[in-house]
Structures are given as structure tokens and as C-alpha cells.
């Protein structure tokens, strides 16, 4: 449902793809495909009007520069829910002092290191299932 902060209400992440610009697009269908692929058994279900993933708790989201109430300026925001728990030993993402939530923007598809991504994800699976009850 629309309301003032978020004046547009999609009904699937279909709908949501299609609403954004190719170039935001191309990167959210690259992430989706990382996150899905990573860990199959992930729940993908919309959030805030955009994508979020879920196992146990929330794990992820992707957030496009285009959906205006996410604070985006440009690109596509990815988001680890507890990354301020992820070693992120190579420094990938940006964990703002005080925050649990951990992301990394990107402009271009070159930007994305799938194998930090990938590596990123699957710790964030394995906090997940040690942290993590229903």
C-alpha cells in the first residue's frame, strides 16, 4: 500500500524490477542471481518495497538508487542486516560507527567482486544459523 513516505507500492520483485532503470536493473538482477545461487533456500520477499532475503532472520537486501525513501543518492545499495558481525576481512563494505547494518554501493556491474559477495553471503548464512531462531 502507497502511503506519503513511499509513494509507490509494488505487489511482487517482478514488478519491482520493472519499474527501475537498465542500468540499476542489470545490477540488481547480477546480485539477486549471487544471493540466490549462494544460498538457495533463502527466502526472497519484498520489504520496504524492495528486495530483502531471508532464512531464519533477516540476512540481506538490495536496495536501488531509484526507489527514493531508501536514501540511495545513485546505484544499488547491497545490505547485510547484522554486517556490523561480518569479519569483512578485505574491508568490502561500509559499517557506519554505531550501525548493525553493513553495505557496499555499487554504479557499475565491474564494481562487484562476486567472490567477496559470495563470501560475504555465505557468513552472513553461517551468523544466521548460529544466531538465528524463529
Known amino acids: 500500500m502507497a502511503n506519503r513516505f513511499q509513494p509507490i507500492s509494488f505487489t511482487s ?5 520493472n ?4 542500468h ?4 540488481v538482477v547480477h546480485l539477486r542471481k549471487l544471493i540466490l545461487a549462494t544460498i538457495p ?3 526472497e520477499k519484498l520489504s520496504y518495497n524492495v528486495p ?6 533477516r540476512l540481506c537486501f538490495i536496495w536501488p538508487g531509484s526507489i527514493p525513501w531508501g536514501k540511495v543518492q545513485k546505484g544499488v ?4 542486516a547484522n554486517g556490523h558481525l561480518l569479519q569483512d576481512e578485505f574491508n ?7 550501525k548493525t547494518v553493513a553495505s557496499r554501493v555499487f554504479n557499475e556491474l565491474h ?3 562476486d567472490e567477496i559477495v559470495i563470501q560475504l553471503l555465505l557468513e552472513a548464512r553461517l551468523l544466521d544459523e548460529t544466531n538465528g531462531q524463529k
Do not use: A, M, S
Not at 520483485?13 to 524490477?17: F, P, T
Not at 540499476?24 to 545490477?27: A, G, M, Q, W
Not at 568490502?92 to 554505531?98: A, E, I, R
Open 24 to 27: 540499476e536493473r542489470e545490477l
Open 111 to 113: 564494481e562487484i567482486d
Open 41 to 43: 533456500e533463502i527466502t
Open 19 to 22: 519499474y527501475i532503470p537498465e
Open 77 to 80: 545499495r547491497l545490505g547485510f
Open 52 to 57: 530483502y532475503y531471508f532464512r531464519n532472520k
Open 92 to 98: 568490502y563494505l561500509n559499517n557506519p560507527v554505531g
Open 13 to 17: 520483485v517482478q514488478d519491482c524490477l
